[in-house]
């Protein structure tokens, strides 16, 4: 799967807004790091629970 950069940032403001990851490192202007949070990872695992 292939996304535009500018895609990908998108996608990643919509879930950090929704509460499913959260930006941990601020103060990098590039290189973002994003992991999920409590509500991302229940979120995840309801899906793999539709598999």
């Not at 590039?30 to 992991?35: N, P, R, S």
């Amino acid at each position: 799967m292939k996304s535009s950069l500018p895609n990908v940032s998108l996608k990643l403001k919509d879930l950090s807004e929704k509460g499913l990851v959260t930006y941990i490192n601020p103060d990098d202007r590039k290189g973002g790091i994003y992991k999920l949070t409590d509500r991302g990872n229940k979120a995840l695992e309801e899906l793999k629970s539709m598999e």
